[in-house]
């Protein structure tokens, strides 16, 4: 089983990367989560969180939330597959314990990873 750290080869660091979603993403979201993705060209999923003022005032806020779903990225990016995502934040995620913000990431990856089997077989 290979580590399941969070490396810079995991995150989605340039504006090219996000471009590269943005251009034509396939959706799957949540209540307060949006994942845009798009399939890669490595061997493992990458990610970019966009967390924005109108979801948290605080940046000590929005670090919190960052540092929750890369945390719950990097137990589920072995189901994910050679795919970007960029993950978007909306406004009621401020109000969630770190409890219930983990478990929405956790079952919005297991919603992608369907999303992705399902465009691949087709």
Do not use: Y
């Not at 670090?63 to 990097?74: A, D, G, K, T, Y």
């Amino acid at each position: 089983m290979p580590a399941a750290g969070f490396s810079k080869q995991k995150r989605l660091v340039t504006q090219t990367d996000f471009q590269t979603v943005f251009a034509k993403p396939n959706r799957t979201g949540s209540k307060n989560l949006l994942a845009l993705w798009h399939v890669n060209i490595f061997s493992h999923a990458r990610i970019g969180i966009v967390t924005s003022k109108r979801v948290a005032k605080l940046a000590v806020t929005r670090n919190h939330i960052r540092r929750v779903l890369r945390e719950s990225f990097r137990h589920s990016q072995d189901n994910l597959g050679a795919i970007d995502i960029v993950l978007i934040t909306r406004q009621q995620c401020a109000s969630l314990s770190a409890i219930e913000l983990r478990k929405e990431a956790d079952s919005l990856w297991k919603r992608v990873s369907t999303s992705v089997k399902k465009s691949q077989s087709i």
